[in-house]
C-alpha cells in the first residue's frame, strides 16, 4: 500500500521544504490539484527538494489546455523529477469549461480518451522519432520539427 500527501501551498516555491517533509516522513508520493493555482509549478520545487517520492496531479484540468502543452509539461516534470512524475487529467465540469477558461465543450468520454491518445502519440513521437500524425475528432496534432523536438526522455 502506497502513502500519499496531498500538497497545498499559496506561494509554489514552498511546496519545495512540504514535498521534503513528507519524504522524510516516509510517504511515498505528493500531490497537488488545480483549485486557485497551477498544479504543475509546485511539482518543479518538490522535483528538486526530493528524490524519492512520487511527484502526482490530482487532477490538473485536461480540458482548459491542449494534448501539446499537456504533453511538454509531463516531458519537463518526468525530466526534472527523474522519472517520478504522474500526469493525473480530470475533465472538470462544462461550466467551468465554458466559462472559467473559455474552451469547448463536448463529449467529456470521449475527448479525454482521445486526448489522452494524443499525448501519448507526442511523447511517442519524442521518445521513439516516430512520425507525428494524430488525427482526431477533436485533436488533430501533425506537426513535429526538430526545434520543437525534445527528443527521447532518459526517465520514459
Not at 21 to 46: K, N, Q, W
Not at 125 to 130: H, I, M, S, V
Request: net charge positive.
Amino acid at each position: 500500500v502506497k502513502i500519499d500527501s496531498g500538497i497545498l501551498v499559496n506561494n509554489p516555491k514552498d511546496a519545495g521544504p512540504a514535498a521534503k517533509y513528507f519524504e522524510d516522513a516516509g510517504y511515498d508520493g505528493i500531490f497537488t490539484f488545480e483549485a486557485a493555482h497551477d498544479p504543475f509549478l509546485p511539482l518543479v520545487s518538490a522535483a528538486m527538494a526530493t528524490k524519492r517520492v512520487e511527484l502526482i496531479t490530482s487532477i490538473a484540468v485536461a480540458f482548459s489546455r491542449n494534448p501539446m502543452i499537456l504533453a511538454n509539461i509531463g516531458y519537463d516534470l518526468n525530466l526534472v523529477s527523474e522519472g517520478r512524475f504522474i500526469l493525473g487529467l480530470g475533465s472538470q465540469i462544462k461550466p467551468h469549461i465554458t466559462k472559467r477558461f473559455s474552451m469547448p465543450w463536448s463529449k467529456p468520454a470521449a475527448r479525454m480518451k482521445e486526448m489522452i491518445m494524443a499525448i501519448q502519440a507526442i511523447w511517442d513521437c519524442w521518445q521513439n522519432g516516430t512520425r507525428l500524425n494524430f488525427r482526431g475528432d477533436f485533436y488533430n496534432h501533425t506537426l513535429m520539427t526538430p526545434f520543437f523536438n525534445p527528443g527521447p526522455n532518459p526517465h520514459g
